[in-house]
């Protein structure tokens, strides 16, 4: 049996019809604005000597992501820094197109830079065999974990966060509205997720992958987080802060404990699968 209902839909070849939709851009706080679609997110940190994006959705979502820098006054061309969080067909899936577009370099972790080279997933992924291939990216840079990346004065940091891939990274950044800044975390997937075989508890080709999950939940905890983001925006309760903002709360955004939470619902879910996953 195939674990997660996503991955149902990728092995039928569709996906839900949220991670393709289109909304409009938004500008979170500062410089930090949402460019991705009601269900994949896509986020662009601007900077007066170029922009550092985030994550590139699905391959047929490059299109929509740039219109949304477009339509917020930004020039693609602008984009000198495309980062990923971890390297499945639907955070991923774009890059190469907007990379094209922009000329922007890719940065990325050893494991997932070898996977967008290639544009699938090694053995070593808990999905591999079922997540679906994407156009590979060219001239990927490998970074480290910790490293600060920078495009002119726009800096954002590299936390590595592996397990539900291999090579899954989170990033940290503060915007700042002339004295008023908050600390963003782009906190990647937390979820141990796989396809029919795979067990994080004796996996020959990712063996360390608990171990990996574990780290990344102490450091998600111990990071400044006023907002947070998640590759799918409905994790981290995006819209519905978004639309408390709307509704005239000016810090209807803004959740420090969002991370915490966050970790603490990935430890229930990963302690459940760890436990289904012994012998009888």
Known sequence: MVRG????????????????????????????????????????????????????????????????????????????????????????????AIQRASGAAVAASASAAAVLRNGRSGPDDPQYGIARDFPPVDSVRVIADGDTLRVGPVAIVARFTPGHTPGGTSWSWRSCDGARCQDFVYADSQAPVSADGFFFTRSATYPGAVADFGRGFDLLERLPCDVLITPHPEASGLWERLAARDRGDPEGLRDPGGCRRYVAQARERLARRLASEKPE
């Open 5 to 96: 209902f996503a991955l149902l839909l990728q092995v039928a070849g569709s996906y839900p019809a949220a991670w393709n939709t289109p909304v409009p851009a938004v500008r979170l706080f500062a410089n930090t604005y949402y460019v991705g679609t009601r269900g994949l997110s896509a986020v662009l940190l601007t900077g007066d000597q170029g922009h550092i994006l985030l994550d590139g959705g699905l391959p047929e979502s490059a299109d929509g992501i740039m219109r949304s820098i477009r339509g917020l006054g930004f020039r693609v061309e602008d984009v000198r820094l495309i980062v990923t969080s971890h390297a499945h067909f639907d955070h991923v899936g774009g890059v190469a």
